[in-house]
């Protein structure tokens, strides 16, 4: 629930105020994880 918020993506005031639901959060920590993916791969890939 707070990664999005430590990533800088929303502020905590945005989840307590409803202006984001967990559909919302979801979708973020989708992207979170997928640029982590990213990265992850990318690290490899110039180790090769």
Known sequence: MMRPVI???CKMESLKDGALDLEDV???ND???AKTENEI???AA???
């Open 7 to 9: 990533a800088g993506m």
């Open 26 to 28: 979801a979708l973020m």
């Open 31 to 33: 992207a979170l994880d």
């Open 41 to 43: 791969r990318s690290n």
């Open 46 to 48: 110039r180790k090769e």
